[in-house]
Nanobody
């Protein structure tokens, strides 16, 4: 199991920006994929974006394309989620997750390690 710790959540006005961080315990996560999911009360946890260690290949859900950017700073053992032009519908608890393997996976069941979550609220 990889230990993951999220930080950086908070409250922001519509159109604003936030950067979330996901610090991982292992020095290298070769052949791993890290993803961000989000969840609102009463709804299923939904995929947001993912990145692979080896190729740094990224993929994002259509709802955040052009606004959210995932990146991996290997020197700092941290994955970032830069969120721009935030909308009220982006309000959710955001979770960082990791899985072994680089096969594409947007289903939460494919991920075996999870962080505790960080709240993001977009409101005027």
């Amino acid at each position: 199991q990889v230990q993951l710790v999220e930080s950086g959540g908070g409250m922001v006005q519509p159109g604003g920006s936030l950067t979330l961080s996901c610090a991982h315990s292992e020095r290298t996560l070769d052949t791993f994929t890290v993803a961000w999911f989000r969840q609102t009360p009463g709804k299923e946890r939904e995929f947001v974006t993912r990145i692979t260690w080896t190729s740094q290949h990224t993929y994002s859900d259509d709802s955040v394309k052009g606004r959210f950017t995932i990146s991996w700073d290997k020197a700092k053992n941290t994955v970032y989620l830069q969120m721009n032009n935030l909308k009220p519908e982006d309000t959710a608890v955001y979770y960082c997750a990791a899985k072994y393997g680089i096969a594409a996976a947007d289903n939460r069941n494919a991920y075996s390690s999870w962080g505790q979550g960080t709240q993001v609220t977009v409101s005027s």
